[in-house]
Nanobody, 124 residues
């Protein structure tokens, strides 16, 4: 199975940018579609975006569309989430997730492998 480790979280002012990374180990990275989810206190885990196994397709949640971009580098076994124009409501723990099944998937239950999460706080 694949192991995932997120990094890059922190405190950023509204309107700022942050780039999260997801480092994978254990299995061939290109076997997995990757998604990012986030969870704020008291809320359910929310779909942020996903990228296909070779990066040919991406999808984003409505709340981040146009501001966030997902990419991956299979040679380096990493995926990234570039977050621009950050808002206080983007504050959450961000998780990287992976699945081997084909097709698009937008719910947490469709992903089998998860990282430990990284905190993003948007505040002045």
């Amino acid at each position: 199975q694949v192991q995932l480790v997120e990094s890059g979280g922190g405190l950023v002012q509204p309107g700022g940018s942050l780039r999260l990374s997801c480092a994978a180990s254990g299995r061939t990275f290109s076997n997995y579609a990757i998604a990012w989810f986030r969870q704020a206190p008291g809320n359910e885990r929310e779909f942020v975006g996903r990228i296909s196994r070779f990066g040919g397709s991406t999808d984003y949640g409505d709340s981040v569309k146009g501001r966030f971009t997902i990419s991956r580098d299979n040679a380096k076994n990493t995926a990234s989430l570039q977050m621009n124009s950050l808002k206080p409501e983007d504050t959450a723990v961000y998780y990287c997730a992976a699945r081997t099944s084909g097709g698009s998937a937008f719910t947490a239950s469709e992903y089998s492998y998860w990282g430990q999460g990284t905190q993003v706080t948007v505040s002045s």
